[in-house]
């Protein structure tokens, strides 16, 4: 059974990102405090150009270059 898994994002403080899926969906921001979970999920803060603040899990992040 071959399982796919998605390309590892490598998320920094500061980088552009977009929300490709979940709650926040289609909202775009930049990535602040960048935390893992006892359970190694990635939590991260984006903060939106209007200055709104918003938690997402990291991979429902899409980094933009």
Do not use: A, W, Y
Request: with cysteine; proline share 2%; hydrophobic share 30%.
């Amino acid at each position: 059974m071959i399982m796919k898994t998605k390309p590892t994002i490598k998320l920094k403080d500061g980088d552009h990102c977009k929300v490709i899926g979940g709650t926040h969906n289609g909202k775009s921001g930049i990535v602040r405090d960048i935390h893992t979970s006892k359970t190694g999920h990635i939590t991260i803060t984006v903060l939106q150009e209007n200055g709104v603040r918003f938690k997402t899990l990291g991979k429902n992040v899409e980094v933009l270059s």
